[in-house]
């Protein structure tokens, strides 16, 4: 008799919150006794995580459970596209099962009865001396960062976004299970939590900002409370999705004081008033240029990141313009752009005309010239200072690290050549000597390494 566990293999697709609904299920399959394999060959069952946002990655899921039942042949899917089951079977009638977004349990049952646990599995309780699952759950980043998601679904009905039919509503997580995530991650060595949802500042209000202990103080669940209590931890923490709602403002003083790091992506997605109206998104513009002046003001060194559509339905020159016009103004330090992209069942798709796809192109091109002349501005400002940087990845030829402005994957890093002795998770502090569209080069100022992860 095989004294072997049983294998499940995992694809992972789609965002951030995507990744952490991967990293809930892949740590509840190990506490359930099942090994996670990376191969098709070694797997006895595979699990796809689908992302279903738009039609390229709609595209991008369905080929990826091809791909797992011809390598595999059986296969479970979950995720956002599995919301809708029929596009799935249609093409892939072969699949075991397909369950929605975020539904743990639903593949945990899945994944039972198709695979049942082996008797060699562990107890299904989490126990710590026995387990060798981390106490902090499976991370599938660095273990140097790790997303930290605060709620789940989104009270906001955004015409060009389907989220809210995918995920549901706003799911708070109450403020003492998130801390007490938090302090796990640094634990195990975490140095910077990005904190992630589908709308970061509405953070507790489905939960009437109902009020919870940790660390014996009592502390409401929202966001202003939340980041007091990350700073307590001592950790870089990077606020991400975050709506502009007025009460934003009150947690840039936080910045100022260094209790989180003094970094804001808040998705403004446009630059003219009559277009946010369509997308039923909040802001008269001029108010978002004179906050983001406030902000800078209370804390000169914020970093601001966002993103924006071009070509949404309707668009007009003179609306494309007053973008342009917005980011040149706003002058932000990353901006991120995609064309309009009408994906099934969004208001968005019937509100105006569509804009052609040469004239889309045209403009995303504008668009991204104008905002690589101003990131590339901001970032030779930064030429001769000393900077904060978290290193990354460490080869023969050096080191690569991000800097407080730099969330991972989307921003950029600083790149440190010949300094092959320094270990990813480490912080140091670097001189700036270069610098590009997108990133930095530098020397290290102070060889002393001022911080290095627990083990
Ligand atoms: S706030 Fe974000 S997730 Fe919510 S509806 Fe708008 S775009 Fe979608």
Redesign the pocket.
């Known amino acids: 008799m095989s004294n072997e566990k049983n294998k499940v293999g995992f694809v992972s697709l789609g965002c951030p919150k995507a990744l952490v609904d991967s990293e809930r299920i892949m740590t509840q399959l190990k506490i359930e006794g099942y090994d996670l394999v990376a191969s098709y060959n070694e797997a006895d069952l595979v699990v796809v995580n689908t992302c279903g946002f738009i039609d390229e990655a709609k595209a991008e899921s369905l080929e990826a459970i091809g791909e797992a039942i011809s390598e595999n042949g059986r296969v479970i899917v979950t995720g956002c596209m599995g919301k809708d089951t029929q596009s799935i079977t249609d093409i892939h009638p072969r699949v075991l099962s397909v369950t929605g977004p975020h539904e743990y349990a639903e593949v945990m049952s899945a994944v039972q009865e198709h695979l049942p646990p082996s008797q060699f599995s562990n107890p299904p309780v989490h126990n710590p001396l026995i387990d060798l699952t981390p106490a902090q759950g499976i991370k599938l980043t660095p273990k140097h960062y790790a997303y930290l998601k605060i709620s789940e679904g ?1 009270n ?3 015409t ?2 389907i ?2 039919s995918l995920r549901g509503d706003l799911v708070s997580r109450p403020i003492n299970e998130v801390m007490e995530e938090a302090e796990r991650l640094k634990q195990a060595g975490v140095q910077e939590l990005l904190i992630i949802s ?2 970061t500042s509405a953070y507790g209000l489905d939960l009437k900002y109902q009020k919870e202990i940790w660390r014996g103080q009592s502390r409401q669940t929202r966001l202003l409370d939340l980041c007091n209590a990350l700073g307590e931890l001592d950790l870089w923490t990077r606020l991400h ?1 975050v ?1 502009p709602y007025p009460h934003v403002d009150k947690i840039i003083p936080l910045m100022a004081e260094g209790k989180i790091l003094p970094y804001l992506d808040i998705p403004f997605q446009h630059g003219s008033t009559r277009v946010l109206k369509a997308m039923k998104r909040p802001g008269a513009v001029e108010h978002n240029l004179q906050r983001i002046q406030r902000w800078r003001e209370i804390c000169p060194e914020i970093t601001l990141r966002s993103t924006f559509i071009v070509g949404f339905p309707g668009e007009t020159e003179d609306e494309f313009q007053e973008l342009i016009d917005f980011i040149e103004e706003a002058k932000l330090d990353h901006a991120g752009c995609f064309k309009y992209s009408p994906v099934k069942g969004a208001i968005a798709n019937d509100q105006g005309e569509h804009i052609d796809d040469d004239i889309m192109d045209e403009r995303f091109n504008i668009f991204m010239r104008v905002q690589g002349q101003i990131s590339e501005a901001r970032l030779q400002e930064k030429v001769g200072k000393t900077i904060d940087v978290l290193i990354d990845e460490v080869d023969s030829e050096g080191a690569i690290g991000r800097s407080k402005a730099d969330a991972p994957e989307i921003d950029g890093r600083v790149m440190i050549d010949g300094e092959s002795d320094l270990n990813p998770g480490d912080i140091v502090s670097v001189k700036v000597t270069e610098a590009d569209e997108h990133d930095l080069w530098g020397e290290l100022k102070d060889t002393r390494i001022r911080f290095k992860p627990l083990t």
């Open positions: 989104c906001h009905r955004c060009f976004c989220i809210p589908q709308d999705y709506y």
